[in-house]
């Protein structure tokens, strides 16, 4: 039987006191409904559609390349009104899956699971035992144990209000049953709402089992409906990840206090990360890295047996072996970094390649800059790239050793071998093995006298 899954993301998110709609509000930057679509994309044979809200345009246009069918509940009227609206998306034969946008963390194995209690006779119902049930509907159960309907919390007598096992929303239904269930719901109830939730008790009227499972942990099934429960469900993620992280072999000096926002393409053995570092994009991470507190990789292809030292920003860049970059330092989009390279506090880095064994140790900028191996560029050194206008190439070859405080204005070549003298302009290419430098001879006027006040 295929799969359609139906995320619900029609809620309004009015405690979100929030312009964007719910669904778009993010955990590690991705968006809540990505989450949930993302791990519907891990199941097979499935389809997707998602009901949205009115208003929500901008959720369609956000998650544009989402490969599903939008369906506009104009008014919320209810779980049911908005399983109803994707009626014309439900065949007969499938088997269909409702999901909550905002519930980003359910787990692949605990739809699995469910999805195995679908069937002509039988439809998969998700239960959660809670601490604090309040605020949910009720599982309520004969004395034998089986499910025959679910009460809202609104609807609930005091009775039905002391128990403790939850409805988590998630539901696994046949299509031609659900859709049958769907046609007959009413709205008198507390709310006035077309409950879902009513669907189980038609089960149970049909001679239909209602069979549960439960979510792994609480953590899988808790929804975010204000900043708060945003929050609490980063942590949640993050923990996950850094858990991922450890087992996978690398070292964190403390699981709580690392993000990482986005995957990685590759991890090598023995990794060491310090706190608060933060990974974002796609990144990949060698062989014996060491990672100091308080950077941020972001895109970054960073080689075996490189340092990061503390507060480094890497972005869009790449470090090759045994290179030690840091601490302070930036690089940038396109810094292509060769071998033994060494990058020093305060040192910026953008779009240039840097080749073996050179070092640029402390406070300069390096841009739309080629430089050779086995370079030394001193402190101070600025490449000037920009006239305001066109950004122009620094091209500094081999072996060149350049003296602190050097200002090269691009377009220049410093050739092969070359010691540029400490404060100096170049402005000209500059010999090959050769002492180029452009520094006003040195004065000391004698007879010349401090001022003194008046
Ligand atoms: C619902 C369940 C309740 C369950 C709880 C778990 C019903 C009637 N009740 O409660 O048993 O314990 O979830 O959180 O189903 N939505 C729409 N359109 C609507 C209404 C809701 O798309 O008209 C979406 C919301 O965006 C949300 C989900 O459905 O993603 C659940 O809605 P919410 O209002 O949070 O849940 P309740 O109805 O309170
Ligand atoms: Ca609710």
């Keep these: 039987m295929a799969i359609k899954t139906i995320i619900l993301a029609a809620g309004q998110g009015t405690r979100m006191r929030s312009v964007k709609p719910k669904v778009l ?25 998602i009901v949205y809200g009115h208003g929500g345009e901008l959720v369609k246009e956000q998650l ?35 999901l909550y946008g905002d519930v980003p963390l359910l787990k692949k194995q605990t739809i699995v699971r469910l999805l195995e209690n679908v069937s002509q006779t039988s439809i998969g119902l998700l239960t959660v035992n809670l601490d604090d049930p309040k605020g949910y509907g009720r599982i309520i159960r004969s004395s034998e144990g089986s499910v025959l309907k679910i009460v809202e919390e609104k609807d609930a007598s005091n009775q039905e209000k002391l128990v403790i096992e939850g409805n988590t929303g998630i539901i696994g239904a046949p299509g031609n049953l659900l859709t049958e269930w769907l046609s007959k719901l009413g709205n008198s109830n507390a709310q006035g ?11 149970v009227n049909d001679g239909i089992e209602v069979k549960t499972n439960q979510p792994e942990t609480q953590d899988e099934v808790l929804g975010v409906n204000d900043r708060s429960q945003l929050a609490y469900l980063e942590r949640v993620y ?34 060491e990360v310090d706190v608060n570092v933060v990974f974002e994009g796609i990144n990949s991470i060698g062989d014996n890295v060491i990672i100091g507190a308080n950077c941020i990789l972001k895109n970054a292809v960073i080689a075996d047996d490189v340092e990061i030292l503390a507060n480094c920003i890497i972005e869009d860049a790449s470090v090759g072996e045994h290179s030690r970059i840091g601490p302070f330092a930036r690089l940038r989009p396109q810094a292509e970094l060769a071998n033994e390279v060494h990058i020093g506090n305060f040192v910026e ?35 000037c790239n920009y006239d305001g206008v066109n950004k122009f190439k620094t091209i500094i070859e081999d072996g060149v050793f350049i003296g602190s405080d050097t200002q090269l204005i691009a377009p220049v070549t410093v050739g092969k071998g070359a010691t540029i003298g400490a404060g100096s302009t170049i402005t000209k290419d500059t010999p090959d093995d050769q002492l180029t430098l452009s520094r006003a001879k040195q004065i000391s006027l004698n007879g010349w006298q401090r001022p003194v006040k008046g």
Excluded: C
């Design 238 to 271: 993050q923990l996950q990840q850094a858990q991922d992280l450890m087992q996978q072999g690398v070292t964190l000096r403390d699981p709580a206090r690392i993000d990482v926002r986005g995957e990685f393409k590759h991890l090598g053995q023995d990794i």
């Design 64 to 98: 544009s390349s989402f490969d599903a069918n939008w369906v506009e509940q104009k008014q919320q009227l209810g779980t049911g009104h908005a399983v109803q609206q994707a009626e014309g998306y439900i065949n007969a034969d499938d088997k269909v899956l409702i």
């Design 349 to 383: 880095i953008k779009k240039s390649t840097v080749a073996t064994g050179t070092k640029i140790n402390h406070l300069s900028y390096i841009g739309d800059a080629s430089i050779g191996s086995k370079v030394n560029i001193g402190a101070g050194t600025i490449t």
């Design 25 to 49: 509000h993010k955990i590690a930057d991705r968006a809540l409904l990505q989450h949930v679509y993302d791990t519907s994309q891990q199941l097979e044979n499935n389809s997707v559609v």
């Design 193 to 203: 709402e077309f409950y879902l939730t009513d669907i189980i008790e038609m089960a």
